[in-house]
């Protein structure tokens, strides 16, 4: 219940919605009961950032397509549909949650890991010669540019948005640049053997 509530107040409101009295007064008890079950507020975000990348996870698992590279595009747009339709679920994700346990639990870096992982599985049939870290790099990268592209383009943060092309246009030129790239790595690699 208190999950449930601080995620409708974080989509509603972001993070400064989500206090202690709101999210009492939306289950019907004390602001104490919320300290029972978490260790702070920040602890309670977290676990609200967690069922978010949850979703993002169940996002970009429902795209299925057959070729490597539409597999990509496909990811692509799902994760720009999520990030839409979650937009201040998906900013919380990424704001600093100082009174947050320092190290994370396994549970919490297992959740932060799915989505990579899926990405990386996408990746393997487009440099099947790639190294695991080779592979955890490129999807790393590929994340990270896909989100500076949405953010800056959709985003509504502290430097606003950007005045651009569409960030679907964008992104699918990104995922054609990580295309040519792997390919590029591959042939290199194929140069290197002979």
């Known amino acids: 219940m208190i999950i ?51 979703g993002l996870t169940a996002a970009l698992s429902s795209a299925h397509e057959s070729d490597p590279v539409r597999q990509l595009h496909a990811m692509a747009d799902a994760y720009i549909a999520f990030t839409t339709r979650n937009r201040r679920l998906w900013e919380a994700a990424f704001e600093p949650l100082p009174k947050a346990s320092a190290t994370r639990e396994a549970w919490y870096r ?53 005045d651009a092309a569409p960030a679907s246009e964008m992104v699918h030129f990104l995922i054609d640049c990580v295309v040519a790239g792997l390919a590029a790595r591959r042939k290199a690699r194929r140069v290197r053997v002979t």
């Open 110 to 162: 297992a959740t932060l890991e799915r989505p990579l992982a899926l990405l990386q599985d996408a990746l393997r049939p487009l440099d099947p010669g790639a190294s695991e870290e080779e592979r955890r790099v490129a999807a790393l990268s590929t994340w990270g540019a896909l989100h500076g592209v949405v953010t800056l383009v959709e985003g509504d943060g502290r430097i606003g948005r950007l």
């Open 4 to 54: 449930d509530a601080a995620e409708r107040l974080v989509a509603q409101g972001g993070t400064s919605a989500a206090n202690a009295r709101e999210i009492a007064a939306a289950i019907g008890y004390t602001p104490g009961t919320i300290y029972n079950h978490f260790a702070n507020l920040d602890d309670l975000i977290r676990h609200v950032t967690a069922r978010t990348v949850d």
